[in-house]
Nanobody
Framework: QVQLVESGGGLVQAGGSLRLSCAAS????????MGWFRQAPGKEREFVAA????????YYADSVKGRFTISRDNAKNTVYLQMNSLKPEDTAVYYC???????????????????WGQGTQVTVSS
């Protein structure tokens, strides 16, 4: 079992930056692919970014490519999402997720993730 706790959300002006963190419990974190997803009011939860268990491979949604960076520190059981050049359309609740099963590759499909955090609100004002 893995428990995930996000932090770092808040209110920021357009063009600003935020860094989200996701702290994981459990000794198996380093073998899990991790992802970030977001959900805006009235919309489905959508893929934002994902990272392999080693951190060697990363994937991004086209809407955030070049602005967001996902990274992880396996020694700290933490995955990060650095968000730069934020836009009002980035406003959403952001969730981190872990794909259970040892060394499975990351994916954009939210149905493939087994563990989810409670989410952190990001609001970008224009």
């Amino acid at each position: 079992q893995v428990q995930l706790v996000e932090s770092g959300g808040g209110l920021v002006q357009a063009g600003g930056s935020l860094r989200l963190s996701c702290a994981a419990s459990g000794r198996t974190f380093s073998s899990y692919a991790m992802g970030w997803f977001r959900q805006a009011p009235g919309k489905e939860r959508e893929f934002v970014a994902a990272i392999s268990w080693s951190g060697g491979s990363t994937y991004y949604a086209d809407s955030v490519k070049g602005r967001f960076t996902i990274s992880r520190d396996n020694a700290k059981n933490t995955v990060y999402l650095q968000m730069n050049s934020l836009k009002p359309e980035d406003t959403a609740v952001y969730y981190c997720a872990a794909r259970g099963g040892r060394l499975r590759p990351p994916t954009q499909d939210r149905m493939e993730y087994d563990y989810w955090g409670q989410g952190t609100q990001v609001t970008v004002s224009s």
